[in-house]
């Protein structure tokens, strides 16, 4: 039985310059906060918790004074920098380089467009910390989206500026810009789209569905609060029946699918190679037929 890691997935830039950051700072000093999961990936955020990374909530960091945090790639609003400034703390901003791009066009389109009364829309989960990081660059105004039933929330007598999570998928994001101009023509109002989704992290889609039709079964590995994950995952379930989601290897059957020869593991943005690997070595062991 052949078992292989798809090489294209693991960590997306974002999230390895991250880790590097928290790695770097915690190899000078015994503990660094960090606000939030520092990724979506259950068994990573406690590898580094035993290097001494101590994560926090948002409620939690107005408490804390003098000391040094970590802001993630996801990227946060304006005013979690202004209680970082009041509370003396020493920022390691790890903002990835795509969504503070973002962040600031979601912002300079905000403060241009206000007196034209634009609705700023951001096609992203609600909820979702890139995602109230968007919206925070609007002071709150702008209206998040998930599904084409959300667009009932607009009025389309007012121009639209529509955006995207980084993550969202092309064709999500196609679909609902359609949509949103349809009805904008209808009332004489004009769309204004930006294509803000990360090219590293689109292109997956294609290389997970050709990798999983080239397997008889996947293991597709993620964390349970992972987005990317779970969009990854619906990708290799449509191109290949047999895939598994598993967040490690205590998810995995004690016994392979019938009529497997060749196993294809690949994983989100937001998992680790070590963990990939860990599964790999697990599955290699199991009895086949």
Known sequence: MEVEI??????????????????RELKQRRGLYCLGDIVHNNLEVRRLAQLGLVTITHEKLSLLHD???LFRA???????????RRNHLTVVDATCPVVLRLQRQIRQCYDT?????TQVVIYGEKGHAEVNGLVGQTCGDAIVVEKESDLDRLDYHRDVALFAQTTKSEEGFCRIAQEIERRTRLFGAQLISYDSICRQVSKRLTQVRAFAVSHDAIYFVAGEKSSNGRVLFE??????????????????????PSGVRRIGICGATSTPKWLMEEVAS????????
């Open 113 to 117: 467009s206000r007196e034209k009364k």
């Open 282 to 289: 697990y599955l290699r062991e199991l009895p086949g037929e």
């Open 6 to 23: 798809d090489e294209d997935s693991g960590f997306c830039f974002g999230v390895v310059r991250a880790i590097e950051d928290a790695e």
């Open 67 to 69: 000391t040094k945090i």
């Open 74 to 84: 996801h990227g946060e609003p304006p005013e979690t920098y202004e209680i970082a």
């Open 235 to 256: 990708e290799c379930l449509s191109a290949n029946p047999r895939s598994f989601f598993v967040s490690g290897v205590k998810d995995i059957a004690p016994e392979l």
